[in-house]
């Protein structure tokens, strides 16, 4: 009913009388419209498991009256006229089946009580959510209101969209399909199914059809549409005028997209590095690992380049591209480690000083994340007392705080400690002399490699040094013998 009142708006505002399939823009008015509903009720056909159309066919009848003619002014009373008929059939079906809700009430509450008494709330929430396809429902939605949305401004406007103006028509739709909580939630999931769609092609095409093998589940474009309501929320969106809506739209939109990409890293890294350590020769592999980084790291920076042209840059701005510039960062990281293996494997002998290599290239990235993650945090604090205060902006910025400032503080700091132990460790310990090490005769037994230098633990056995300082950063025993290596040592 909804399109059919477009339809009929649309056509009262073009004022045309005459045959509407002689006219170009009123035939396209109605085919399009036409198009719509019966889109509309093959669904309603499909989710009612009913054959019975005409059941659904009550929007057509402003169609059907155009058709034959009827009167411009007659249309908004057949518009009515089918809204009322709906209604009433609708009431006809509750009238005629009014025990069934109850018998599925009944229904209902035992297996909710089932299920809440074996496995609780969340898993009963959890079972409705996915039985009545709720993030489905409103993605259809908020789909079918912007599609009405560029709908009517073809029609409406009578002229064709030229490149220049395209980007300003899916900004002013985006921002117009965005003014109620239910629209917002429509877009929220909308975001929501295309980050996980990227997201799978691009795993898909590093792995194929391994992909599908093990997801992970925080990345199934659960963050991007979360973020996307949270900054909709805070900012008010809803609450302003639409250009103003769409202005607000553009910069969360570039923070959803370099989530986006964050994301996609966050799945490519381990497979990328996985692969530059593997010795696999696949040339194809290699090459789509090779595009899929320089993706990654050019469309960020293209991205930052793009938002600097159309805002001015102040310190908000700098602290909101600030995450497609560390993604960049990242990925030229990733692919320094990748050239790293690869050049390990052609010159056929492990690097003494790979480990550390990785380490401060890691170490520099993580603190580089750091600091923005201060400067976010520090920035916040100092808008919330001196600006506008909101316990949701409050929470938000607690939330941050947290997770980006005090674990990352944490991981980076229990990571220097143990690698600071380990190396305390591996110094305490004695070198073997090339006397024990003939007499010995054995390979390492972490990397399987011939030992020209090694370091004795206590307990007696002999392994690279760095292969054990590697090792010591995960275990404190023996990789032989499980005892713990403490500072002591002694000659067997």
């Excluded at 607000?248 to 381990?270: C, G, H, K, N, R």
């Excluded at 996985?274 to 010795?279: D, I, M, Q, R």
């Amino acid at each position: 009913h909804i399109c059919a009142r477009f339809y009929v708006e649309a056509e009262l505002e073009a004022g045309y009388e005459g045959p509407v399939l002689t006219q170009p823009d009123a035939r396209t008015r109605f085919f399009f419209c036409l198009a719509g509903q019966l889109v509309v009720c093959t669904m309603c056909l499909l989710l009612m498991q009913s054959r019975r159309l005409w059941l659904f066919s009550a929007p057509l009848l402003p169609l059907l009256a155009r058709l034959c003619s009827v009167p411009l002014p007659t249309l908004p009373v057949v518009n009515c006229f089918a809204m009322a008929f709906t209604g009433l059939e609708v009431l006809c079906y509750l009238v005629s089946n009014l025990g069934v809700p109850y018998d599925l009430a009944k229904s209902a509450y035992r297996e909710a009580v089932q299920v809440t008494e074996m496995y609780g709330w969340l898993a009963l929430g959890m079972s409705l959510w996915h039985s009545l396809v709720v993030p489905m429902l409103f993605m259809v939605f908020w789909l079918v209101l912007f599609s009405l949305h560029i709908y009517s401004y073809v029609t409406t406007r009578g002229q064709a969209v030229v490149r220049e103006r395209l980007l300003l028509l899916l900004l002013t739709s985006l921002a117009e399909c965005c003014g109620s909580p239910y629209s917002l939630l429509g877009l929220t999931f909308t975001v929501s199914y295309l980050a996980l769609g990227v997201l799978t092609l691009g795993k898909f095409y590093l792995q194929g059809y391994q992909a599908f093998a093990n997801d992970n589940v925080m990345h199934r474009g659960v963050t991007e549409g979360a973020t996307l309501l949270l900054l909709a929320v805070q900012t008010g969106l809803m609450e302003l005028q639409v250009l103003q809506r769409a202005f607000l739209l553009t910069i969360i939109l570039f923070i959803v997209v370099a989530s986006t990409l964050q994301s996609m890293l966050e799945i490519a890294d381990p497979i990328v590095l996985a692969l530059g350590a593997s010795k696999n020769r696949s040339v194809w592999k290699h090459f789509r690992a090779i595009s899929l980084c320089l993706f990654l790291f050019l469309f960020p920076l293209y991205m930052t380049y793009s938002i600097c042209r159309f805002f001015t840059l102040d310190f908000w701005l700098l602290i909101i591209v600030s995450s497609s510039i560390l993604t960049s960062l990242q990925v030229a990281c990733t692919l320094f480690i990748y050239l790293l293996f690869l050049y390990e494997e052609v010159v056929e002998r492990p690097l003494a000083a790979l480990d550390d290599i990785i380490y401060i290239a890691n170490g520099s990235c993580r603190a580089l994340e750091f600091v923005v993650a201060v400067g976010v945090v520090g920035y916040g604090t100092a808008e919330t007392l001196l600006g506008e205060w909101s316990w949701l902006g409050v929470f938000i910025l607690a939330v941050h705080a947290y997770y980006n400032v005090w674990r990352r503080a944490q991981h980076g700091w229990r990571s220097f400690l143990r690698r600071r132990e380990a190396v305390s460790r591996i110094n305490a310990m004695p070198i073997a002399t090339e006397p024990q090490l003939r007499a010995l005769q054995d390979v390492c037994s972490i990397c399987y490699q011939d030992m020209e230098s090694a370091v004795l633990t206590p307990c007696g056995h002999y392994f690279h040094a760095g292969c054990l300082r590697k090792w010591l950063y995960l275990q404190e025993t023996c990789p032989m013998c499980h005892q713990v290596l403490g500072g002591s040592t002694h000659s067997p």
